[in-house]
T-cell receptor, first 113, second 116 residues
Framework: AQSVTQLGSHVSVSEGALVLLRCNYSSSVPPYLFWYVQYPNQGLQLLLKYTSAATLVKGINGFEAEFKKSETSFHLTKPSAHMSDAAEYFCAVSDRGYNKLIFGAGTRLAVHP | DTGVSQDPRHKITKRGQNVTFRCDPI?????LYWYRQTLGQGPEFLTY????????KSRLLSDRFSAERPKGSFSTLEIQRTEQGDSAMYLC??????????????FGEGSRLTVL
């Protein structure tokens, strides 16, 4: 069955520090993987996606993620956190028919000065 | 604004009442999705449409829930005889027919339901 596990419901980093948000997936077919961000009182926005092309995917706002099949992981990173990165981040995997997304529980990122 | 719009943004109702949410997708998008999000959880899939056809419904969509997309444009999600457990954010998203191949669902800001 398709599923996503996000390790750590809350992550706190200092401004300028590395951001690492963890996502592990389970999929019975080659997966499509996504990271979305949700700012307060806003809809989910796509950060980046993996759809079987390059395994290192670059997204908006300096974020990137690497697809590692052997580890069934798709962790999100950013070299230097900004205060504006504070938000909730969701990892998602496509279903077996590539028709819909299955989301993880989310990780809330706090950035402190 | 050409994004996905949802109405109302907030709805407070008493247990047992019926509520209806509306979603207007991006105009050229053929697929429309409904998700539900509760506090501390990620969005959970409810149902999706390809044009006017409802192609899949989640087990979460009990008999009290009904979704329609007449003429393949806007969609409505109705909840009958609301229960406190229905309190959640209801999210609508749309995509092109090959949305997941190109990789993106576009989400609205959601309709928050509070059942007293």
């Amino acid at each position: 069955a398709q599923s996503v596990t996000q390790l750590g419901s809350h992550v706190s980093v200092s401004e300028g520090a590395l951001v690492l948000l963890r996502c592990n997936y389970s999929s019975s077919v080659p997966p499509y993987l996504f990271w979305y961000v949700q700012y307060p009182n806003q809809g989910l926005q796509l950060l980046l996606k993996y759809t079987s092309a390059a395994t290192l995917v670059k997204g908006i706002n300096g974020f990137e993620a690497e697809f590692k099949k052997s580890e069934t992981s798709f962790h999100l990173t950013k070299p230097s956190a900004h205060m504006s990165d504070a938000a909730e981040y969701f990892c998602a995997v496509s279903d077996r028919g590539y028709n819909k997304l299955i989301f993880g529980a989310g990780t809330r990122l706090a950035v402190h000065p | 604004d050409t994004g996905v719009s949802q109405d109302p943004r907030h709805k407070i109702t008493k247990r047992g009442q019926n509520v209806t949410f509306r979603c207007d997708p991006i105009s050229e998008h053929n697929r429309l999705y409904w998700y539900r999000q509760t506090l501390g959880q990620g969005p959970e899939f409810l149902t999706y449409f390809q044009n006017e056809a409802q192609l899949e419904k989640s087990r979460l969509l009990s008999d009290r829930f009904s979704a329609e997309r007449p003429k393949g444009s806007f969609s409505t999600l109705e909840i009958q005889r609301t229960e406190q457990g229905d309190s959640a954010m209801y999210l609508c998203a749309s995509s092109l027919r090959a949305g997941l191949t190109t990789g993106e669902l576009f989400f609205g800001e959601g309709s928050r339901l509070t059942v007293l």
